[in-house]
Nanobody, 124 residues
Framework: QVQLVESGGGLVQAGGSLRLSCAASGLTFSTYHMAWFRQAPGKERDFVAHISWTTSNTYYAESVKGRFTISRDNAKNTVFLQMNSLKPEDAALYYC?????????????????WGQGTQVTVSS
């Protein structure tokens, strides 16, 4: 049974930082591309960042480029999202996802497995 478990969310002031983690089990983690998506209340789930299984390629939504960094530790079956210079508009439920489909990395339907999400709240 595949499980993706996010952690690290919380309440932070604008300009602050958070580091999200996603621990994977039940799959050969090093053979999956991983991503973070987020969903604010009343809005669609949006792509945030993607990292290839080799860690050689990363992609980001324009809104987070230069502020967020995705990384992974294949030895620990974990993917991370370092979020700096947080803004109120970054507040959302953040999900990690796994896929073997390298194309369409920013498309929800490309991903096979999803976590339950971790809440990020940013106060202004």
């Amino acid at each position: 049974q595949v499980q993706l478990v996010e952690s690290g969310g919380g309440l932070v002031q604008a300009g602050g930082s958070l580091r999200l983690s996603c621990a994977a089990s039940g799959l050969t983690f090093s053979t999956y591309h991983m991503a973070w998506f987020r969903q604010a209340p009343g809005k669609e789930r949006d792509f945030v960042a993607h990292i290839s299984w080799t860690t050689s390629n990363t992609y980001y939504a324009e809104s987070v480029k230069g502020r967020f960094t995705i990384s992974r530790d294949n030895a620990k079956n974990t993917v991370f999202l370092q979020m700096n210079s947080l803004k109120p508009e970054d507040a959302a439920l953040y999900y990690c996802a796994a896929t073997r489909n390298y194309r369409d990395y920013d498309v929800l339907s490309s991903y096979y497995y999803w976590g339950q999400g971790t809440q990020v709240t940013v106060s202004s």
